[in-house]
């Protein structure tokens, strides 16, 4: 004869079991939709990042560049000024050596006038 009671209690287990794991297998798939909606986002927002990131770098480049245009027009003012500054430099100590000249040649003159005779008499 057929042990239907052992059958049953048998298909019984095996439904429970079955059962556990459709739903242990339904959890771990919400956990993995979860978990790849989360990847997602992530994703997204990394790739927000990484494009903020290259106008970041193009912005630089453009204010490096600028800077740069900038630093060089400094630097040729300073040449110029340098340069205006060396030639008034030079024309002051021509025009101090002129000064200086021509005040000991008038030093002489009137120390002559003085010393001669005949401005003495006059």
Do not use: C, W
Not at 12 to 35: G, P
Not at 115 to 122: A, G, M, N, Q
């Amino acid at each position: 004869m057929n042990d239907y009671a052992y059958a049953f209690r048998h298909i019984y287990a095996r439904q429970n079991q079955l059962l556990e794991s459709i739903a242990l297998a339904k959890k771990e798939l919400s956990v993995v939709t979860a978990e790849t909606k989360e990847a997602d986002a992530n994703t997204v927002l990394r790739q927000k990042e990484q494009g903020m990131l290259v106008e970041d770098k193009t912005k630089l480049a453009e204010e490096t560049a600028q800077i740069k245009k900038y630093s060089d027009e400094l630097e040729a003012s300073y040449r110029g000024v340098r340069a205006e500054l060396s030639r008034l430099f030079r024309e002051n100590a021509v025009l101090h050596d002129r000064i200086l000249a021509a005040n000991e040649k008038l030093t002489r003159e009137i120390e002559a006038r003085t010393s001669s005779p005949t401005s003495l008499e006059k």
